[in-house]
């Protein structure tokens, strides 16, 4: 597509389809009717989206033929190219595990000596093996890796496992990790050096950070007493100054605060003992920073 628009491959169909197109969306960025499609452009950001499989996103960016993609960090491992990785995008978390059928005893992983592993992640379980001074086969396999135990060609399997339900409705049961992966979104290099594609990556880069940003981040609002407020204080995340507004009662006080999310549970108990009323806590769309 030659209109001067970038082009961003992401998965077609898999674990990081859905949410990468959540992304785009949280970034305001519209794609419409993509069902089916190969390629479609923005309706209001000048990107087009490329819908490939994902194995092949780490060379169709090394090559230029997508300017952008977001993809795992496990398939640019198993690939070996080195990219530019643009940002870390905190969702397709998963792990590389070996899995052995669920009837399979307890294993150490030295008991992975003299077995067939099948998996598509040969190198990285290549690595894995070599460093762990572990002699077994490797079955490489581009796909439908986790039934190879029960046709048996594999003894155990090197797979991703992501919520584990694959692993599970093939009756295998996990062992260890040997790799941990996210999306990420990643830039061809040549990309990187032209100015005017820079600039559509940097405001890309800036909504995607505010996104992650208020994802991590609730806007938290209460009435306490005016009496308590320096305890008040003393409980809340220094991260940011709060917001302190007056009331029709003048012995309260009303506080806003922006607080990292996973802070909320263990502050309320406090916040209560000083006299907290009306806590609400709200999402953040975007946050600035
Ligand atoms: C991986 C893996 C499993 C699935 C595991 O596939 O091969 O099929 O994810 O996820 P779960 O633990 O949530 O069930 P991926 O999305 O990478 O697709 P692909 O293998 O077709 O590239
Ligand atoms: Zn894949």
Not at 51 to 72: H, K, N, S, T
Request: proline content about 4%.
């Amino acid at each position: 597509m030659i209109n001067g628009n970038l082009n961003l491959a992401i998965q077609r169909k898999g674990r990081l389809s859905d949410k990468s197109l959540e992304l785009l969306k949280l970034c305001s960025i519209e794609i419409e009717n993509y069902a089916e499609r190969l390629a479609i452009s923005a309706k209001n950001f000048p990107i087009n989206v490329l819908f490939l499989r994902d194995d092949d996103i780490p060379e169709y960016v090394r090559d230029g033929v997508a300017d952008l993609g977001i993809v795992g960090e496990d398939v640019i491992a198993e690939k070996k190219i080195e990219l530019n990785v643009v940002e870390k995008l905190g969702f397709g978390n998963c792990k590389l595990m070996i899995a052995y059928p669920e009837n399979h005893p307890i294993v150490k992983l030295e008991d992975l000596n003299g077995k067939r592993i099948a998996t598509s992640y040969k190198n990285i379980l290549k690595n894995f093996l070599i460093e762990n001074n572990i002699k077994a086969s490797i079955v490489e396999l581009s796909g439908s890796v986790e039934i190879a135990p029960s046709l048996g060609v594999a003894d155990c399997i090197c797979d991703i496992v992501s919520t584990g339900t694959t692993l599970m409705m093939n009756k295998l049961k996990p062992s260890f990790s040997i790799f941990e992966s996210q999306a990420v979104l990643i830039a061809n290099e040549s990309t990187t050096k032209d100015e005017k594609k820079m600039s559509i990556i940097a405001e890309l880069q800036k909504r995607i950070r505010s996104i992650l940003a208020a994802k991590n981040s609730k806007y938290l609002m209460m009435n306490i007493p005016k009496s308590s407020l320096e305890q008040i204080i003393k409980v809340l995340p220094a991260l940011k100054s709060p917001t302190i507004l007056n009331l029709a009662d003048p012995d309260m006080l009303a506080v806003h605060v922006v607080i990292p999310t996973d802070k909320f549970w263990s502050m309320i108990d406090d916040l209560k003992k000083y006299g907290a009323s009306g806590i609400l806590l709200l999402p953040i769309e975007n946050m600035i920073i």
